[in-house]
């Protein structure tokens, strides 16, 4: 029965990251919003890149035109926006990560184990976002529709890594090993 459950798990692991690999971004990204004049990650959207400039998460919001033109508004929720992506491409990262390493390392309560490593990766994950800063944003003219980029890169995922203390040693251990060969994964850099 034990063997069943953990062939059935990688099976479900290996969809889990071929539908997160097909669908969490690539290193080149086709437009999809064909907004004229927009800058590129307009365009591109939410996404996880690999470039000159490192290891890339990119979380894009927008925000119509609220109230009284009241821009700070506007650009506040463009900018939480953007951060809830973050958040959102980021959680189905560290979903990766944690999937890989209880695959790669069974244990004898793995319920226990798993609720565990769900716990700290989420903390890890709300620890990462207070890294990203919004790096970009951008007013459609014709819609009056603010744009906002916000950006977390993977070294900054690495420095956060170094100051948690409360974590599962094996897990950590994991994540130093292999946070960029996932992320070259979700990128479709596979190697």
């Known amino acids: 029965m034990s063997k069943l459950r953990n062939i059935l798990n990688m099976v479900v692991i290996f969809a889990v990251t071929i539908t997160l690999v097909a669908c969490a971004g690539k290193t080149k990204v086709k437009s999809d919003l064909h907004i004229k ?3 590129d990650w307009v365009n591109e959207g939410t996404n996880i890149l690999k470039n000159k400039k490192g290891r890339l998460f990119h979380g894009v919001g927008s925000a119509p035109a609220m109230g009284e033109g009241d821009m700070s508004l506007q650009t ?5 926006r953007a951060r809830a992506e973050l ?3 980021l959680s189905s990262y560290m979903e990766v990560v944690s999937n890989d390493y209880a695959s790669a390392s069974p244990g004898d309560d793995e319920a226990s184990t798993m609720q565990s490593v769900s716990r ?5 994950s709300r620890l990462n976002l207070t890294g990203s800063r919004i790096i970009g944003r951008w007013r459609d003219k014709k819609t009056n529709i603010v744009y906002s980029l916000a950006e977390l890169d993977m070294k900054q995922v690495s420095k956060t890594l170094d100051g948690v203390e409360e974590m599962n040693q094996g897990l950590k251990q994991y994540l130093v090993n292999e946070s960029e060969n996932v992320f070259d994964r979700m990128a479709g850099d596979v190697r």
């Open 87 to 89: 958040a959102r491409i």
């Open 76 to 80: 506040s929720t463009a900018d939480n």
């Open 37 to 39: 004049r927009a800058p």
């Open 120 to 124: 700290q990766i989420e903390n890890f």
